[in-house]
């Protein structure tokens, strides 16, 4: 697998917990290591307790010892395929959420894990935020956890709500575009912190994605047209380094 760069683990940050405050258990499935660590890194920054497998038959043992509350699943494995998988974990806990992890032009494999009962899928090449992304949306579906006050970032005059993808500046309402959306988020979870344009890219685009790092520039340029204008600079250029979020003043 070609290297890829990634984001500083940094300190996990407030996210959804267990009911009980504990933080939640999600097992990552795949026999892809570098991609089973990328996958797992993403999700301890949201502060959750994160063990992997390799097989199925591991996956199987591992769940049974761990408890987790969702399992991220890869549909081919060596040993047995994650259909198998699903069915074996949801014999002994019906009701676990599970995000399965398809190649980008296995449509079968899609239709068939949704119909065998999982709950959702992502394709690779994947954006890491995204699986963290669509695990939140399922874990509060199922329940049992407890969400951070609001799902709300919030930096100067800056919030951003998760839940309704809305932003406001000012109590003024800022449209943004999907992607804007994902890259202001990560740079608001991020506050004061210099980014690069790889950990960028790695974070709001994909693991492998095969553009140039100039399509950072672009897309920060866009936010800055919406977020910036007629109005103090938040977001800032590091030469050399990134690109940094901060309140203005």
Known sequence: MTSVNVPSSGSAKAGLRRADGSPVRVLVVDDEATLSELVSM??????????????????????REFRPDAVVLDVMLPDMSGLEVLRRLRSEVPNLPVLFLTAKDAVEDRIAGLTAGGDDYVTKPFSLEEVALRLRALLRRAGGVAGPSGSTLVVGDLTLDEDSREVHRGGDLVPLTATEFELLRYLMRNPKRVLSKAQILDRVWSYDFGGQANIVELY??????????????????????????????
């Open 42 to 63: 993403a999700l301890r920054m949201e502060g959750w307790d994160i063990r992997t497998a390799a097989d199925g038959t591991e996956a199987v043992r591992v769940a």
């Open 220 to 249: 920060i340029s866009y936010l800055r047209k919406k977020i910036d204008a007629d109005r103090e600079p938040m977001i800032h250029t590091m030469r050399g380094a990134g690109y940094v979020l901060k309140p203005a003043g």
